[in-house]
């Protein structure tokens, strides 16, 4: 299983012959090595409906017949964008054929802001275990630390957790430092800091912060499981 990040919250997950992604933010991502038209993708996974996370999905799902996995209410709205779908919520999980899939609270908003200057509600936000090869990616979206992390921790052997730092719309360094000891990860990524001046952060502190397991992905940087 081959793992990269691209940017803000974009991860990209090679296995099983398939490749997907995780809140794909591309076009407008200023910190992004990607572009859209160039992108391959079989399936896209989303945690929550804000725009920096929804991202290219409509354009990129149309393109190229991918399946989108989200929160119901957020997956019945890109359905209505003539994207195929598959709904999920928290708690459930499903088998696909290229992994596991299973939703976990997040704690944040979800909402998805049209050019119209109109707010679609689109439901919970969410976190997301996804298992293949024998190997387990958290990727806890958008949130603030919440102590069933620890219930997350103690329930899943994960291999990688991909926690926001940015602080301001999601938890901080500090916080996401006590995510990373309670969910016992063997690897902990720093992810959604730096994108815009609000959530700037320095990732090397945070590694500092929890010794031994932290590592800085730089843009485009690849680990293999």
């Known amino acids: 299983m081959k793992v990269t990040y691209h940017g803000h919250s974009v991860v990209k997950i090679e296995t099983n012959g398939k490749t997907i992604f995780i809140d794909p933010f591309i076009t407008g991502n200023p910190l992004t090595d990607l572009k859209a038209e160039d992108v391959h993708v079989d399936v896209i996974l989303l945690t929550h409906g804000h725009n920096d996370h929804v991202g290219d999905t409509v354009s990129l799902a149309k393109k190229n017949d991918a399946l989108v996995i989200a929160p119901y209410e957020l997956a019945t709205y890109l359905s209505w964008k003539g994207v195929r779908v598959h709904p999920m919520h928290i708690g459930g999980s499903f088998s696909f054929d290229f992994g596991k899939v299973k939703l976990t609270q997040a704690f944040h908003g979800s909402s998805y802001v049209e050019e119209n200057e109109t707010i679609v509600y689109t439901g919970m936000p969410s976190g997301i275990l996804f298992s293949a090869e024998g190997k387990t990616i958290y990727h806890a979206g958008d949130t603030a630390l919440f102590s069933d992390m ?69 843009v485009g940087e690849s680990i293999e499981l």
Do not use: C, S
């Open 150 to 218: 620890k219930l997350i921790g103690e329930m899943n052997d994960i291999d990688v957790a991909f926690l926001p730092i940015g602080d301001n719309f999601t938890m901080g360094p500090e916080d996401a430092a006590i995510a990373a000891k309670w969910l016992k990860a063997k690897m902990v990524v720093p992810i959604h800091y730096n994108t815009f001046p609000v959530i700037q952060q320095d990732p090397q502190r945070f590694v500092a912060m929890i010794e031994g397991v932290g590592r800085v992905l730089h």
